[in-house]
């Protein structure tokens, strides 16, 4: 008999391999198979059993693929040789429970501090989280991988990343180009973690059909977001109404996250933060957690913590003279 398998393109490229290695595998290692990749398309032929066996093996290097983000001719090696399934899966199963996804080429990414693990369990309870803290905290990029995460899982069917454009104490002036280059200057650091967390091919497929947007947060004004996971970077540069507007688009699947630094706030004198604001009047509303991290969950280079605590001794002794 023969049968005709549809693959997803990133699923294809990864069965195919680099200079089709590992379809060459695959064909030594099912000699009584005639197996033919075209595209996405993988037609089988062969003794209706042995189709079968190849099947299941091929659902688990899938499965693998999606997971981690890499398909290697040892892991195929090693699926292909098992003799029961179910030992599998319960190996790959038993992550650490920290980890939150593997990233590009495998890469594991996880909660390290406790904050951090506190905010990857508030997740699964709250539809709203606001992670408040100093900068190198993991804030941003714990939020994106639980995004990540949760559009690998179909949990939710998009993620929208958005920051307020707002200049840090700098005059960016004319910036040449469309609307995207300009505003990618003040969006890179989500393009940074999203890099870290797939392919990308796989990135620029999504930023293309937007399953991942990145906007500015004067973008968000009248939408509303279902089946999303949100996330608003920067928002102590969100001003009182623009933060109440973006609260106000939550949709039907919805999880919204809001980072912030309080400690640098880049408005204007006349503005107020709606970080702050928000952090007072919603921190009793059921459904929302509040999150604050502090020095001891930077996880940069060791000089940004004592840094902060340079900062933070100054910012005292500067209110005990007023």
């Not at 089709?20 to 059993?49: A, I, M, Q, T």
């Not at 990618?184 to 973690?193: I, V």
């Amino acid at each position: 008999m023969e049968k005709t398998i549809t693959l997803d393109n990133f699923v294809s490229i990864a069965i195919s391999g680099h200079h089709n290695v590992n379809f060459d595998l695959l064909c030594k290692l099912y000699p009584k198979l005639k197996l033919n990749l075209r595209g996405n398309e993988l037609k089988v032929s062969g003794e209706e059993n042995l189709i079968k066996i190849f099947e299941n093996r091929l659902k688990l290097l899938i499965t693998h693929f999606e997971k981690f983000e890499k398909l290697t001719e040892d892991d195929i090696l090693q699926i292909v040789s098992l003799e029961d399934d179910s030992f599998y899966q319960l190996d790959r199963n038993k992550l650490n429970s920290d980890t939150i996804l593997h990233g590009r080429e495998g890469r594991v990414i996880k909660a390290i501090t406790p904050n951090q693990k506190r905010i990857v369990e508030s997740v699964a309870k709250h539809d709203m989280i606001f992670s408040i803290g100093p900068a190198g905290t993991g804030k941003t990029y714990t939020a994106v991988a639980l995004a990540v995460r949760a559009l690998k899982n179909k949990q939710i069917k998009r993620i929208i990343l958005t920051r307020p454009a707002v200049e840090a104490g700098e005059n960016l002036g004319f910036l040449p180009g469309d609307l995207r280059d300009k505003l990618d200057p003040y969006l890179q650091p989500l393009y940074d973690a999203l890099w870290d967390m797939m392919p990308m091919q796989k990135l620029l497929s999504y930023l293309e059909d937007k399953t991942i947007e990145i906007a500015p947060l004067a973008f968000m004004r009248g939408r509303t977001l279902d089946n999303a996971y949100v996330i608003l970077d920067e928002a102590q540069n969100a001003t009182e109404n623009q933060l109440k507007m973006f609260l106000t688009r939550m949709g039907k699947n919805a999880k919204f996250f809001i980072t912030g630094d309080i400690t640098q706030i880049d408005l204007p004198k006349n503005q107020n933060s709606g970080l702050i604001l928000a952090s007072k009047i919603l921190k009793n509303i059921k459904g929302i957690d509040f999150i604050f991290l502090d020095k001891n969950d930077v996880v940069r280079h060791p000089l940004v913590t004592k840094i902060i605590d340079s900062y933070s001794a100054w910012e005292e002794s500067i209110k005990k003279t007023l």
